[in-house]
């Protein structure tokens, strides 16, 4: 028996890739796939979004001094508010 052997530890006949691993590993790496790509998708949707307005008009506001009031503007007999999307 050499110096060698008698200084290293004794190794157990498991490997490190067993099949719970494995499957652990694999989640793990889909998610953070997953995760990842949802924020990518969130930010580029944040940045590229249409800068198209739709004007709405605001059905409870019947004066024009309380459309000035929440800073919109009246036009034909209605209040016209130039925030919106198409999407509210």
Not at 22 to 50: D, E, K, N, Y
């Amino acid at each position: 028996m050499t110096m060698r052997s008698r200084l290293q530890a004794p190794r157990a006949n498991t490997t490190f890739w067993n099949p719970s691993r494995i499957i652990v590993s694999t989640v793990i790496m889909a998610l953070l796939i997953v995760c990842g790509s949802c924020t990518v998708h969130f930010i580029l949707s944040l940045l590229f979004q249409p800068v198209s307005v739709f004007p709405t008009s605001i059905p409870w506001i019947n004066s024009e001094s309380q459309c000035k009031h929440t800073d919109r503007m009246w036009h034909d007999g209605k209040c016209w508010d130039y925030e919106h999307d198409m999407t509210f």
